[in-house]
């Protein structure tokens, strides 16, 4: 299984996409605008600005879509 975490602009928005387009299946939603998505062995987290993957870095940097993602592998 993989897990990844990508970071989106409204998680609301993401899921809606996911779920109806992709074939996700919504796992859980906090509010704190994190969901999480299943699709076969693939777990994907989608974080919105509030979710604390949008923390600034220790340089100031602010997380944003594209190119803030994490993979998770298990084995």
Known sequence: ???????V??????VAIYVS??????E???GTGIAILVHGDLM?????PKASAS??????AIPGPGGW???VLIV
């Open 55 to 60: 923390r600034p870095m220790p340089d100031g």
């Open 9 to 14: 602009d409204d998680a609301g928005d993401a």
């Open 21 to 26: 387009e992709l074939g996700f299946k919504l």
């Open 69 to 71: 993602s994490r993979f």
């Open 44 to 48: 994907l987290w989608v974080s919105g």
């Open 1 to 7: 299984m993989a897990q990844v975490r990508y970071v």
């Open 28 to 30: 859980q939603y906090y």
